[in-house]
């Protein structure tokens, strides 16, 4: 049921406190002054060599970075990404301040990450999740900055508990400028493992789509009438790049994908706009239970954060990655070779132990660690070239 969250402020002020590169150069004064002062006297017999550090290869390349920070170039280029961080923090406030903009799966990973970006910059959070205690935090952490949020503890994959969710938004706020359907559930099961599994299917696709359309259908209207409005869906990587053994998610999300191009089109003259973003692998408690993907590179939450910014302040269709969209040209251009490399993953990377049914303690790490083998090799090259796609 949608409840309202009663949050409580929590104060905590991080101001004043001296930051480590402070403290490491003060540091290193005084022990070069200590040095200065222990020099040993002149005695006229000549000094031991004093052991050199060794130069490891991580410290070489430390000492190049510190140089080209050092130089003018290093420092031009320091100077202009922080115009640019300064630029798109304006154009991100410009877009949402004292603007509602509903978050879903706010409590954790991306949406979390989002909510606090949206917040800061000026954002009236409207935050949705099951847990309340995780919601609490996140809107204690808002709060505790000066940000203004609202959180509803709902399910959103119960339709009723959808309307219930709308109706208290749209009582309490009027309307919603921008929506952010980003609450989901993934599962990772091939299609020979799932023949006895038809509620995985209606699972992803009772969060992934039926959910995300319910928000759709609450808040589109209040958006038409008032000629504004901004709806982001966060999808997949997968619906480019179709990997093996997630057809019931990137089914799923491929459909919100679909109903949204075919939306756009009826809104566009209304100025309510569509993005899709096909958000490649993100080191979030999703992806944890997945042993596997500890070896594989994938975005922090704040960099996925990021591209849902990106979002925000440009509305573009559709936000994804280089290889996302060599993934989707591939399927389009080559799909016969593009199915073979597909199949290759899929022989190559395991099927997860919870999809083998092996769920016991200890279990779910059996072939799911790092590389002790060719083919476990094989498996982290792979998933190294095409880093951000999930197998
Ligand atoms: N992580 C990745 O690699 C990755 C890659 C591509 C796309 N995505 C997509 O990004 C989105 C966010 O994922 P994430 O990685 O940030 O996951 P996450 O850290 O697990 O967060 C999921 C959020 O959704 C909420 N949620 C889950 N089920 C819900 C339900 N039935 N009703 C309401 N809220 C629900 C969770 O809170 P409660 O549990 O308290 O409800 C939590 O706040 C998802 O749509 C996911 O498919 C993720």
Same mark, same amino acid.
């Given at each position: 049921m949608a409840t309202r969250s009663t949050p409580n402020k929590t104060a905590s002020s991080t101001s004043g406190v001296k930051t480590g590169t402070q403290k490491d150069a003060a540091a290193g004064r005084s022990t070069a002054r200590a040095a200065v002062r222990s020099r040993p006297p002149k005695t006229g017999k000549p000094a031991p060599a004093e052991a050199k550090p060794a130069r490891t290869p991580r410290s070489m390349l430390d000492s190049v970075s510190q140089a080209i920070e050092a130089s003018a170039l290093g420092k031009a280029g320091a100077a202009a990404s922080a115009i640019a961080r300064s630029r798109r923090a304006s154009a991100l406030g410009r877009r949402v301040r004292n603007k509602h903009v509903v978050v879903t799966g706010a409590s954790s990973g991306i949406g979390q990450d989002c909510a606090l970006k949206l917040a800061a910059a000026g954002a009236t959070v409207i935050l949705a999740a099951r847990t309340p205690q995780k919601l609490q935090d996140t809107v204690d952490r808002i709060r505790a900055d000066g940000g203004k949020a609202h959180a509803y503890a709902c399910d959103l994959s119960e339709m009723a508990d959808c309307e219930r969710f709308v109706a208290a938004v749209l009582a309490e706020h009027r309307h919603v400028d921008i929506l952010i359907n980003n609450a989901g559930r993934s599962i990772r099961r091939s299609v020979r493992s799932s023949f006895d599994r038809f509620h995985d299917y209606e699972r992803t696709m009772q969060l992934n789509y039926f959910g995300a359309l319910k928000l759709i259908f609450g808040f589109a209207p209040a958006m038409l009438e008032r000629q504004n409005g901004h709806i982001i869906n966060i999808s997949s990587i997968g619906v480019l790049a179709? =990997? =093996?053994?997630f057809s019931a998610y990137v089914a799923s999300k491929a459909a919100l994908d679909a109903f949204s191009l075919c939306a756009a089109s009826e809104f566009a003259d209304a100025n309510v706009r569509f993005t899709t973003i096909n958000m490649p692998l993100v080191r979030t408690p999703m992806i944890a239970p997945t042993k596997l993907y500890d070896a594989f590179p994938a975005l922090t939450p704040d960099e996925a954060a990021e591209l849902v910014m990106t979002a925000v302040i440009d509305k573009p269709k559709r936000v994804a990655t280089g290889l996302g969209r060599a993934g989707a040209v591939a399927q389009a251009m080559a799909p016969g070779i593009s199915e073979f490399v597909l199949n290759q993953a899929f022989r190559l990377f395991p099927e997860s132990a919870a999809a083998r049914g092996a769920n016991g303690p200890g279990q779910a790490d059996e072939s799911e660690t790092l590389p002790t083998d060719p083919v476990d090799l094989a498996r982290k090259l792979f998933a190294q070239v095409f880093g951000g796609v999930y197998w």
């Open positions: 179709s =990997p =093996p053994r």
